[in-house]
T-cell receptor
Framework: GNSVTQMEGPVTLSEEAFLTINCTYT??????LFWYVQYPGEGLQLLLK?????DKGSNKGFEATYRKETTSFHLEKGSVQVSDSAVYFC???????????????FGQGTILTVHP | GAGVSQSPSNKVTEKGKDVELRCDPI?????LYWYRQSLGQGLEFLIY????????KSGLPSDRFSAERTGGSVSTLTIQRTQQEDSAVYLC?????????????FGPGTRLTVT
């Protein structure tokens, strides 16, 4: 079945530091890949997505590139802010026709804390 | 417009009791999902409804769990004879369809505590 493996956390950074959260996946076919974010006290929300190989998703200064050759979708940000402190989840959705179509498979989540 | 809403926000129940959790999706969204978020298991898919198709129940952990979606809108997740391992945050999400083109919008969740 499909699976997502995320970099173990928690991650603690100083403001303006560079962020990378690693994510690799196992899936058949051509899944779509997502990063979701959960800010303290808030619900889960989509941060960015990529639906085919070599696509780059980007939002709020975050980027991730869909690398089929390495089955990865690492999240990066060049300069983090205190307000980026949250839990980040990598996820995939199976392609149409597959048994995992529609539903999201999540990684275990990475807690990010950014200090001033 | 209104987002996905869930009720109750918190539920404490005794082991062995039945509970019902409600989800009101965004109006017009044909796809509805239930997920569970727990410390030990992370975020797990439970069940997926898409229009009038038979639901994908492949994520339900046991036959104590069931869900229905009435009139293609509101959904209820029922857990019978609750156990302590059922304690988790139950999340509902909806989208315009099942395709990856459509974002899944999540509700705030129901925190279930089984004592």
């Amino acid at each position: 079945g499909n699976s997502v493996t995320q970099m173990e956390g928690p991650v603690t950074l100083s403001e303006e530091a560079f962020l990378t959260i690693n994510c690799t996946y196992t899936a058949t076919g051509y899944p779509s890949l997502f990063w979701y974010v959960q800010y303290p006290g808030e619900g889960l929300q989509l941060l960015l997505k990529a639906t085919k190989a070599d696509d780059k998703g980007s939002n709020k200064g975050f980027e991730a590139t869909y690398r089929k050759e390495t089955t990865s979708f690492h999240l990066e940000k060049g300069s983090v802010q205190v307000s980026d402190s949250a839990v980040y989840f990598c996820a995939l959705k199976g392609d149409a026709g597959g048994t995992s179509y529609g539903k999201l498979t999540f990684g275990q989540g990475t807690i990010l804390t950014v200090h001033p | 417009g209104a987002g996905v809403s869930q009720s109750p926000s918190n539920k404490v129940t005794e082991k062995g009791k039945d509970v019902e959790l409600r989800c009101d999706p965004i109006s017009g969204h044909t796809a509805l999902y239930w997920y569970r978020q727990s410390l030990g298991q992370g975020l797990e898919f439970l069940i997926y409804f898409q229009g009038n198709s038979a639901p994908d129940k492949s994520g339900l952990p046991s036959d104590r769990f069931s869900a229905e979606r009435t009139g293609g809108s509101v959904s209820t997740l029922t857990i019978q004879r609750t156990q302590q391992e059922d304690s988790a945050v139950y999340l509902c999400a909806s989208s315009q369809g099942g395709s990856s083109s459509y974002e899944q919008y999540f509700g705030p969740g129901t925190r279930l505590t089984v004592t």
